[in-house]
């Protein structure tokens, strides 16, 4: 047991001596040191524990704790070149957006990548799935992610389909997908027929395939009966419990008229039948359909005064975004023109049944990941993704579930289990620090941080400090403070061009 104990003195000192890291500089060894650990995988926090990285791997996990010691759980590690005290703090595997846009301009205006990529990693996102982009310019940043030559998390590439004529372009577009580099595809609006189709040809080729089934043809249905890995939002899988005769659109609707569409979507879920709804999410269980809800993303609909009165926009709200989000029918999701109490009412009803059904998916032992689909409808980048924390927690998932869905179960989703989403020895070194504990208080993720009373005073804490992504080390604070600037700088041009 002594000589046990030494080990780990031996470690200690050797931390002690290194130097703390240099925010966007990879060491050879660096030592996250005396944390408490909440895995990727559902179980409880533990620690203290010290994370070995050694070249973009989580090389061990060490338990400092006398009862592990006893059980050979210390060792005499090698000298660190670099060491984050954790003490008193929590570290996490990276967080994962599973529905993500890259996006360098809004309504035809440039706006800066760096502004995006820098929030994300600011608020301990170390991988996104891109469902719809530039796609050349996508692979350009997923590579030169991967080369550690731009601060940004890693990105896996799934473009736009579109909406091919027949089965036979359908195939011949999901291969020059594939040849391009894709990692996936995200599919919308699109027929039946060619759905299939390229589906098929998509899992032949294994590309997996995010699904926005919004109001069309297909619903969740086709997505269970050809494969579909994932279906994003919400809309396909109540569309596919109602009775026949379909929703109950009044004689006006128009569906390109983004008034209409958002309005009315706000009273599928009571249209749902519960015995059939049931079956769908069964069904989807059975065939390995995942869900990413993007619960965030809709929240304006059913309180529009909180959406537009975000406390980060003070600070962080690009000029390029915030025109964006105005009423404005010429942008996607600048729908609120006459929305009504009455409009927000079937909403906040839409989301309690939207939130017992994804309860009841998660219960029938359906795999649940969390997206922030950012950049519309007033969600920010990072900010949207920390909020679905949150609406999760209000829907009844326990925090270790709802990290769990951000980690373990969006890496599952991307078919990354084996590599990403989890604090263990051999997977890739995608970790954060953060100042706090997020199981008691899931809003000290936000990187502006939370207020807390201590010893009778208020007290400034919370955020993520460190984000970790393939063993770089970016100082979150740091990132958060070039962002301030960024936009402060961009709305001094504005003034000045007036």
């Known amino acids: 047991m002594m000589q046990r104990l030494l080990a780990a003195l031996v470690l200690l000192a050797a931390a002690a001596a290194a130097q703390t890291p240099t925010n966007g500089k990879r060491v050879h060894r660096l030592l996250i040191h005396n944390a408490t650990v909440v895995d990727g995988n559902g179980t409880p926090a533990s620690g203290p524990k010290d994370i070995l990285i050694e070249d973009g791997i989580i090389a061990d996990v060490i338990a400092l704790d006398p009862v592990a010691l006893g059980r050979g759980g210390g060792r005499r590690g090698p000298a660190a070149d670099a060491v984050i005290d954790a003490t008193g703090k929590y570290v996490l595997p990276g967080l994962i957006n599973a529905h993500a846009h890259l996006q360098e301009e809004r309504g035809s205006k440039p706006q800066p990548i760096e502004y995006e990529l820098d929030i994300w990693l600011a608020c301990g996102i170390t991988t996104i799935r891109d469902v719809g982009s530039d796609t050349r310019r996508a692979l350009e940043l997923r590579q030169q992610s991967a080369e550690g030559k731009i601060a940004a998390p890693r990105i896996f590439v799934y473009p736009m389909f579109g909406r091919p004529r027949d089965a036979q372009a359908a195939v011949a577009h999901v291969r020059e997908l594939k040849q391009m580099g894709a990692d996936g595809i995200k599919i919308l609006g699109i027929d039946r027929d060619t759905m299939q189709a390229m589906e098929a040809e998509a899992h032949t080729l294994g590309l997996r395939v995010a699904h926005h089934a919004g109001v069309e043809e297909t619903n969740a249905w086709d997505d269970i009966k050809f494969g579909t890995t994932s279906v994003e939002h919400w809309y396909g899988i109540p569309d596919a419990a109602i009775e026949a005769g379909g929703q109950n659109f009044p004689s006006t609707y128009n569906y390109n008229n983004e008034t209409d569409r958002f309005r009315y979507a706000g009273h599928l879920w009571r249209e749902a ?225 007036r």
């Open 273 to 497: 039948n519960p015995e059939r709804l049931t079956k769908v999410l069964q069904a989807m269980v059975d065939a390995h359909v995942a869900w990413v809800p993007t619960m965030d993303i809709y929240e304006a609909s059913r309180d529009l005064q909180r959406a537009q009165t975000q406390p980060w926009f003070a600070d962080y709200l690009h000029p390029t975004l915030e025109e964006y989000f105005r009423p404005n029918p010429a942008n996607h999701g600048s729908y609120f023109i006459g929305w009504t109490s009455t409009d927000e009412t079937f909403w906040k009803e839409n989301y309690r049944l939207w939130m017992a059904a994804l309860l009841q998916f998660d219960r029938l032992g359906g795999l649940i990941g969390i997206g922030d689909d950012a950049g519309f409808i007033y969600q920010m980048y990072g900010f949207g993704f920390l909020r679905n924390f949150e609406l999760h927690q209000e829907a009844g998932f326990h925090p270790l579930k709802i990290i769990q869905q951000a980690t373990g179960n969006n890496a599952k989703i991307l078919g990354q289990e084996n590599h990403l989403g989890r604090v263990r020895a051999g997977w890739a070194a995608d970790l954060i620090v953060v100042n706090g504990n997020p199981l008691e208080n899931l809003k000290v993720l936000y990187p502006t941080g939370v207020d807390e009373i201590r010893d009778g005073k208020a007290v400034h804490t919370g955020g993520v400090e460190w984000t970790i992504k393939d063993g770089i080390p970016y100082h979150a604070p740091e990132l958060l403070a070039h962002v301030k600037e960024l936009v402060a700088q961009a709305r001094k041009a504005n003034a000045n061009s």
